[in-house]
């Protein structure tokens, strides 16, 4: 076993089950899945959150499956529905604070198609105020913009 996880104050490895047990003890784990939506164009799909551009992705609700949660995700976050799952690509770790506790969050990616001209609804109360379909050499551009994880996710697979 090999991780990455990105923690407000830098990057640490896990190396061994052992490790990750210890290390998760005292946290809140939160499971996530989202997409990295193409489009015909080769274009990826962005939103705009809490001024960082950020892949479609959340919480996993009781009895959901990750692909399910992943689907739905991108469709409450876009307002898209004409989405094609096609492939697991990764999960990332991260951490945050949240009412003085610790969590954890994987979120686990999956490859995802959209074909056609749906118009793009941003779900403001999940503070979203754009979405855009970026080319490569945009979302390169766009990275110093970006989480750390999500950075991660374009560079690996876009």
Not at 8 to 20: D, M
Request: proline share 3%.
């Amino acid at each position: 076993m090999y991780i990455s996880i990105h923690e407000p104050n830098g990057l640490i490895h896990i190396e061994s089950e052992a490790s990750f047990k210890a290390y998760t003890k005292d946290k809140i784990i939160i499971e996530a899945a989202g997409g990295l939506v193409f489009n015909e164009k080769n274009e990826i799909l962005m939103i705009f959150r809490k001024g960082y551009w950020d892949l479609p992705k959340g919480k996993l609700d009781e009895g959901e499956t990750l692909e399910a949660c992943a689907v739905r995700e991108v469709q409450e976050e876009t307002g898209l529905n004409n989405i094609k799952l096609c492939e697991f690509l990764t999960t990332t770790y991260h951490t945050y604070i949240l009412n003085e506790q610790s969590i954890l969050k994987p979120s686990h990616w999956y490859k995802m198609e959209h074909w056609g001209n749906e118009t793009l609804i941003p779900q403001i109360e999940e503070d979203i105020t754009e979405i855009k379909w970026v080319s490569n050499v945009e979302a390169h551009e766009l990275k110093d913009k970006m989480y750390p994880t999500i950075r991660i996710i374009v560079e690996q697979y876009f």
